[in-house]
């Protein structure tokens, strides 16, 4: 009976909270922070998180910029507090004191964003509300501070505890196989024929990271060329009429193209956690492969090479790889 009075509780609840919000005009984003940072009902708060975050989808540059101010300004936390909390825990350090002080420490825009993350799909919104930090900032830098507070929170959101790997290939629902088209960023797909030739053979693997709040969005990919040799052009791996080869009789694992997909994780690895996911994942399923190497593109290499007047027409394999071991530890 208890639950079910709970549950009966929870529905009215939630029926009172939405007929507020629908019964009158909406409040501006402003208001609506300052009252989902007050907010004392799970319920009520969820649904004042849901408001501030489609006012936001809804507004414009000029209206994200003056939101960003809001965090910045309104939503800082107190030097002064803090200062006089730090001090009663260094003259007293016990748990009191220093939960006091952590208190002290954290911006109230980190409550903020905390509680705007309640909501069914508010963390991919929450990724997109960073990438438009980061676009404002450019030309806006007083409001980057506001993004410590959004990277730190990521950081913990995204740790790799919290993401699954998921091979892609070309039985993969059609939505995510259209994302991996988008997000490629180092060898272009120009079309689903181009796909395919990637993800079909048997010889092919493409492997991503997805977050649970984010089913649907892959956070980053790799893609693997299985080969019975060390491959030294991309355009043999990628080639229209290259001849597969069965993936028992591999013996080296290319990874030649790794992608981030999502601007708003900026700054956050992924790819050196899903490279060693892969190659164990790989090594269990493929206990011949012996070789794992990576083929990728140097930006910059050959204006840098080009300044300092290094022909590479035809250079010997032994000097191009010191020119290129210079370039990647000392030039770049």
């Not at 030309?139 to 990521?154: G, M, R, S, T």
Request: proline share 5%; hydrophobic share 45%.
């Amino acid at each position: 009976m208890s639950y079910f009075a709970d549950l009966i509780s929870t529905l009215f609840e939630r029926a009172s909270s939405l007929g507020k919000l629908s019964g009158r005009k909406q409040a501006p984003i402003d208001t609506l922070c300052r009252e989902l940072l007050t907010s004392k009902g799970e319920v009520s708060g969820a649904t004042l998180a849901q408001a501030v975050l489609n006012s936001y989808a809804a507004s414009g540059d000029a209206d994200k910029l003056a939101f960003f101010f809001q965090l910045r300004d309104e939503f800082d936390l107190d030097a002064n507090t803090a200062k006089t909390a730090l001090t009663a825990y260094q003259q007293n350090p016990d748990k009191k004191t220093y939960a006091a002080f952590m208190h002290a420490v954290d911006a109230p825009r980190l409550e903020l964003v905390r509680r705007l993350n309640q909501v069914s799909g508010a963390t991919a919104q929450l990724v997109a509300m960073r990438q438009d930090l980061l676009r404002l900032a450019i030309d806006n830098p007083e409001i980057a501070i506001v993004d410590h507070d959004f990277k730190n929170l990521f950081l913990s959101w995204f740790n790799r505890g919290f993401l699954v790997i998921r091979p892609i290939n070309w039985t993969s629902p059609a939505h995510i196989l259209e994302k991996i088209i988008a997000y490629e960023a180092v060898h272009e797909i120009d079309s689903w024929d181009d796909l395919r030739r990637r993800l079909q053979p048997e010889d092919c693997r493409c492997f991503a990271f997805f977050h649970p709040s984010m089913p649907d969005e892959p956070l980053i990919f790799v893609q693997v060329a299985l080969t019975d040799a060390v491959s030294n052009s991309i355009q043999v791996i990628l080639s229209d009429d290259r001849n597969a080869i069965s993936a028992a009789s591999a013996t080296t694992a290319t990874f030649y193209s790794i992608s981030n997909c999502q601007q708003g994780l900026a700054g956050i690895s992924f790819g050196n956690s899903l490279i060693k996911t892969v190659v164990q994942t790989l090594s269990r399923e493929l206990p011949d492969l012996s070789v794992f190497v990576t083929l990728s593109p140097m930006p910059g290499f050959v204006s840098w090479c080009a300044g300092l007047n290094i022909q590479l027409d035809s250079p010997e394999p032994d000097d191009l790889r010191r020119i290129a071991a210079h370039y990647l530890i000392n030039a770049k």
